[in-house]
C-alpha cells in the first residue's frame, strides 16, 4: 500500500469505497472515499475514521505510518456515521487516545449516537491542540453538514480539513485534484453541494467568507479528491452556489401517463431551444432524482409536468417536489405544465407545491385535456419561448 503524503508527516489513511451506489438517498454512482488524515509530531493526532466496514482499511495504512495504538488524540469533525461509525473500534484500538469534539453539539451527538464514556476534549471556535511543533485550530461550521460540523486546520502547512465541506462523492486512485481533472471533478462537487448543502446556502456564504481570511494552501476534505491545485475554483464555485447565483437554463422534469404530457415537454423544450437557452430535459421514470437536482442548482427557470391522477399530481413528481423543498433552492421562477383526462388538478398542485419550495411560480400554467392538439402544442411551443425570453 503506498502512503499518501500531504506534506511532511501529514497523511491521507482513508478508505475507498468503489462500490457505493446510494448515499442516504443520493446516487452515487462513480462511489465515493472516506478520507481521514494523520498528523505526525511529538503527539500523533488522527483526523476522523472512516465507515464501519472500511475500518480495516483504515488501520492498514496508519499502521504503514506509525502503530495505531500510538495515536494521541482522535479528532472527530463530524458525527455523521460515515466518519464516525468506526470510532468505537478506533477508540478501542487506540487505548490512550482522547476524542477531541466540538463543544455541546459534537459532545451530543457523539453521546446519542455511540453511549460510550470516552475521554472527551470539547473545541470551540479558536481552540489549538499542540503536537509538537505543530498546532491544529478549530473553525466551527454549523450545518455544514450538521450542526456539529468542524473544520481542523494545521496552522503550520496551511491544510484545512474541511470535512463535508469541498467534498465530492468519487472514488479515484488518485488523490489530488491536478492528478484527477477539473472536468471529472466539479461535476460531482456540483452534485455533492446541490443534493447535501444545497439548504444552507446562507451558511455556505458565511463560511467562505470566514475562510477567506485563513492562508490556505490545501484543502482535504471528507469526501473526494484533495484541492491543492484549483482551490479557487472550488472555493468561488460554494460561493457561486451559496449565493444561489444561476445561469440561463432550463431543467424540464415530467413524468407522462399516455405520453401526452411528455410531448409537451418537448415542445417546451423546442421552445426553450429556439431562443437559443439551455435546455434539460428528464422524466422522472427514467432519471435519478439525485441526478436531476445537479441540474437544478444553477438552472434560472424550473418546469414540472405531470398528468392529473385522482385529481392530483403523478406520485413520483410528488416525491421529486418534496425532495426539491427540502433543498430550498434560490432564486428560480418556476412553472406547470400536464396532461388530464376527464377533471384537471394536477398543475395546480404542481404550482403549490412549487410556492412552498420557494420558487416564484409563472401566474400562468399549460393544461391539456388528453392528447394536446396542434393548436396546444404550439401553445406549449410559444410557452417555453416567454420563459426562455424571462431567464436569459
Ligand atoms: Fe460525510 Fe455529513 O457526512
Redesign the pocket.
Known amino acids: 500500500m503506498s502512503k499518501v503524503q500531504l506534506a511532511k508527516g501529514v497523511y491521507w489513511v482513508g478508505a475507498i469505497d468503489w462500490n457505493i451506489r446510494n448515499f442516504h438517498g443520493y446516487s452515487t454512482h462513480l462511489g465515493t472515499t472516506?478520507n481521514a488524515y494523520l498528523v505526525i509530531d511529538d503527539k500523533i493526532a488522527l483526523i476522523d475514521t472512516v465507515k464501519a466496514p472500511f475500518f480495516d482499511q483504515l488501520v492498514d495504512r496508519v499502521n504503514e505510518i506509525v502503530p495505531f495504538a500510538d495515536i494521541d488524540f482522535i479528532i472527530s469533525n463530524?458525527v455523521?456515521?460515515?466518519?464516525s461509525s468506526s470510532l468505537p473500534m478506533a477508540m478501542e484500538k487506540a487505548k490512550k487516545a482522547k476524542l477531541i469534539t466540538l463543544e455541546k453539539f459534537g459532545e451530543n451527538g457523539l453521546n446519542k449516537h455511540f453511549h460510550c464514556k470516552w475521554e472527551t476534549i470539547a473545541v470551540k471556535e479558536g481552540s489549538e491542540l499542540k503536537l509538537g511543533k505543530r498546532t491544529l485550530t478549530f473553525i466551527p461550521t454549523p450545518m455544514l453538514?450538521?450542526p456539529d460540523?468542524m473544520c481542523t486546520y494545521l496552522i503550520d502547512d496551511k491544510i484545512l480539513f474541511s470535512?463535508?465541506a469541498f467534498?465530492q462523492h468519487l472514488a479515484t486512485t488518485r488523490r489530488f485534484d491536478d492528478e484527477v481533472g477539473l472536468d471529472i471533478i466539479m461535476p460531482q462537487a456540483a452534485k455533492y453541494y446541490a443534493n447535501?448543502l444545497m439548504p444552507f446556502g446562507d451558511l455556505i456564504v458565511k463560511a467562505v467568507d470566514k475562510l477567506s481570511g485563513i492562508d490556505i494552501k490545501m484543502i482535504a476534505p471528507?469526501?473526494g479528491i484533495i484541492w491543492r491545485s484549483h482551490i479557487n475554483d472550488i472555493v468561488s464555485a460554494y460561493a457561486s452556489w451559496g449565493k444561489g447565483e444561476s445561469v440561463a437554463k432550463a431543467v424540464i422534469i415530467y413524468d407522462t401517463m399516455w405520453g401526452s404530457t411528455e410531448k409537451m415537454a418537448q415542445a417546451l423544450a423546442e421552445g426553450v431551444i429556439s431562443e437559443g437557452v439551455e435546455v434539460k430535459l428528464y422524466n422522472l421514470t427514467r432519471s435519478d432524482k439525485s441526478d436531476i437536482i445537479k441540474e437544478v442548482l444553477d438552472a434560472r427557470a424550473i418546469l414540472i409536468g405531470s398528468p392529473t391522477l385522482n385529481n392530483g399530481m403523478f406520485p413520483s413528481v410528488a416525491d421529486f417536489l418534496c425532495y426539491l423543498k427540502g433543498l430550498k433552492p434560490k432564486g428560480k421562477i418556476g412553472a406547470a405544465f400536464g396532461s388530464y383526462g376527464w377533471a384537471g388538478g394536477a398543475t395546480k398542485a404542481v404550482q403549490q407545491e412549487l410556492q412552498s419550495a420557494g420558487v416564484e411560480v409563472a401566474d400562468s400554467s399549460l393544461a391539456f385535456k388528453f392528447v394536446p392538439v396542434k393548436e396546444e402544442m404550439q401553445k406549449c411551443v410559444d410557452f417555453g419561448i416567454t420563459i426562455a425570453r424571462r431567464i436569459k
Open positions: 472516506y463530524h455523521e456515521m460515515d466518519h453538514h450538521w460540523s470535512m463535508d467534498g447535501i471528507s469526501h
